[in-house]
């Protein structure tokens, strides 16, 4: 193409603002000159350097190939809007341009584009609001910054090269508002796998893992992140707790214990960021909704631990407890950021990241302390409420909290900081002081028979004994019920099964039988007549035999279990 140059009086103008603008020693020879071509390109030339940078695009074609060469001189920059809301479908990027300015393609009607390896930068909104763009392909080590593919609402499939980047700055994720994005670099971004229970989890595709530390560790509501974050959320509440959507009958779990077990998770699975490797707290992948559950995806501390900040520590706990149906709430000040959460009609401050701080201390037993969780006040100073919008979870409860972030009438009941309520001894959320006294008197004597102990020392058991009934997913009156053995059938010539299932310590056992010939209840004679689960050989003769277990405690005490009956089929 024949591209001749003209000058208005505009252009003029540019030339003579132009010139102003030198860095120090340029002569005005070198200046960059605003000029023309026919009828397709606007752009600036510069005499010293030989390069031409795109300035505005004037045609009307649908596919457009850029040139890499205007009247002699190179085109190695796209400038600010230079093809903003242009009718282009397709455009060929030439290999000679190294930066791409702010807003250059910003909603334009592109389907696809391809960033030559040349590009350095892609600068902010560049291609946002592109509502057409369908797929993208980064070529080379090209930094990616602010808001540069916000809002492309159909993008679903990127190619990002291993030296490709999004800037690592606060609130610069290049990925913003792309719902439909599920493909990267040729495979689909999530998979499933099942566990040992036979529950489904999220995973991400391992051979797109430098594109998650790279890109995706700081993005905003991609669709594949947002999905694995979710359903994430779902497991780890299928797993931590007795949250079942298919059988709510079996959830028996108070939401004080569901807040108390995902707050546990976290601290086991993500850890506070060490500014190692380059990394400073302002980094955005610590800021972002997908923080902790994208740094725990790819083993950045090991093997299923990330690292975050406070904002991500208070936001991930909002989506957790937020899919457990708990309210919760992102506060802080400048400085941190912690939750307000809702239980039982009342709020309590947790702060996930400095109980972090004490995870592995000598002084629990469990991994972790509960010194900054369900109290009624932390930290002190302005604290307001944020409204963080990056993943929908954080948006489902929305109400103006700042009056209760100064209110909030008393610590959760936990005097020994164990992260459950005092002398809940059936656990089921309301202790002998809140209305529960019987419930709780007979569960009381129940473990002071099982472990011994005064009602401090069984407080301080609690946490044990809850962890015993989460492991086997029963509340503690499931847990009464299953520990009598139950009636058995089997035929002559097999074992028939009998068991005692009771959680404590130094218990002794001696299984009896009814015997019918002298009215008196005789210890059974086999090898297993003295532990938790008896085991006999069905002989002619035993139809309608009654069985039960004495169960004796260190200090010499006993109990009778249920009688079960065998019946001989």
């Known amino acids: 193409m024949k591209h001749k140059k003209y000058f208005t009086c505009l252009s003029a103008a540019f030339i003579v603002i132009s010139a102003t603008a030198f860095f120090s020693g340029m002569t005005a020879e070198a200046a960059d000159i605003y000029t023309s071509t026919d ?68 909603g334009s009607s592109l389907e696809s584009v391809t960033i030559p390896a040349s590009v350095k930068k892609v600068l902010a909104d560049a291609f946002s609001g592109c509502t057409s763009l369908t797929s993208l392909t980064v070529l080379g080590a090209t930094e990616l910054q602010a808001r540069s ?55 991400i595709e391992p051979s797109i893992e430098t594109a998650i530390r790279n890109h995706f560790s700081r993005s905003v509501n991609v669709g594949f992140v947002n999905e694995y974050c979710t359903e994430l959320c779902e497991y780890i ?15 028996w779990m108070n939401d004080a214990l ?9 601290i086991r699975h993500c850890e506070y960021e060490d500014e190692e490797d380059g990394e400073t707290l302002n980094d955005n992948e610590n800021h972002v909704a997908s923080s902790v559950f994208l740094s725990y995806a790819i083993n950045t501390r090991g093997t299923g631990v990330g690292e975050t900040v406070c904002d991500g520590f208070a936001k991930a706990y909002t989506m957790l407890l937020t899919t457990a149906g708990i309210e919760s709430y992102h506060i802080g000040h400048t400085m941190h950021a912690w939750n307000l959460v809702k239980i039982d009609g009342k709020f309590y401050h947790v702060d996930v990241t400095n109980d972090n701080s004490y995870a592995g201390s ?4 469990y991994g972790t302390e509960y010194i900054y969780f369900l109290k009624k006040s932390l930290h002190g100073g302005n604290i307001v409420q944020n409204h963080p919008t990056d993943h929908p979870l954080l948006m489902v409860y929305n109400n103006n909290v700042n009056d209760e972030i100064k209110n909030c009438p008393e610590n959760f009941p936990d005097k020994n900081n164990d992260g459950i309520m005092d002398d809940d001894f059936n656990l089921n959320g309301t202790g002998v002081l809140y209305g529960d006294f019987n419930g709780d008197l007979n569960a009381w004597h129940h473990w002071e028979f099982m472990f011994g102990g005064t009602m401090d020392t069984l407080n301080n ?25 139950k009636n058995v059938s089997a035929a002559v010539n097999t074992n028939a099964t009998f068991k005692v299932t009771l959680f404590g310590n130094d218990l002794t056992y001696q299984w009896q039988y009814y015997n019918t010939n002298t009215g008196k209840w005789e210890n059974v004679n086999s090898p297993t007549a003295t532990t938790p689960t008896l085991t006999i050989t069905v002989k002619n003769g035993m139809n309608n035999r009654q069985f039960g277990c004495i169960v004796t405690n260190k200090s010499g005490n006993c109990i009778y279990s249920d009688i079960a009956k065998l019946t001989v089929s």
């Open 39 to 106: 009828n397709e390109f606007n752009y600036y030339y510069n005499t010293e350097t030989h390069e031409a940078k795109i300035d505005n695009y004037k045609g009307t074609e649908t596919e457009l190939t850029i040139p890499s060469e205007i009247n002699g001189y190179t085109v190695t920059a796209i400038g600010p809007g230079a093809f903003r809301d242009s009718p282009i479908t397709k455009v060929n990027i030439p290999d000679t341009v190294t930066a791409i300015q702010g807003s250059a393609f910003k």
């Open 149 to 203: 593919f916000k809002d492309c609402i159909k993008l679903s499939e990127v190619q990002l090269s291993d030296n490709s980047r999004t800037s690592k700055s606060f609130k610069t994720e290049a990925f913003d508002n792309c719902p439909k994005l599920n493909t990267v670099n040729g495979v689909t971004a999530l998979r499933y796998e099942t566990d040992s229970n036979g529950i489904q989890y999220p995973v």
């Open 461 to 485: 058991k609690l946490p044990e004994i809850f962890d015993y009934l989460r492991r086997n997913h029963e509340s503690y009156d499931t847990y009464l019920a299953n520990s009598s053995p």
């Open 362 to 365: 000598d002084t629990s037993p």
């Open 258 to 266: 569901k807040a108390r077990q995902l707050h546990d998770w976290l």
């Open 237 to 251: 509440l299928k797993t931590e707790t007795s949250y079942d959507p298919e059988h709510p009958e079996n959830d």
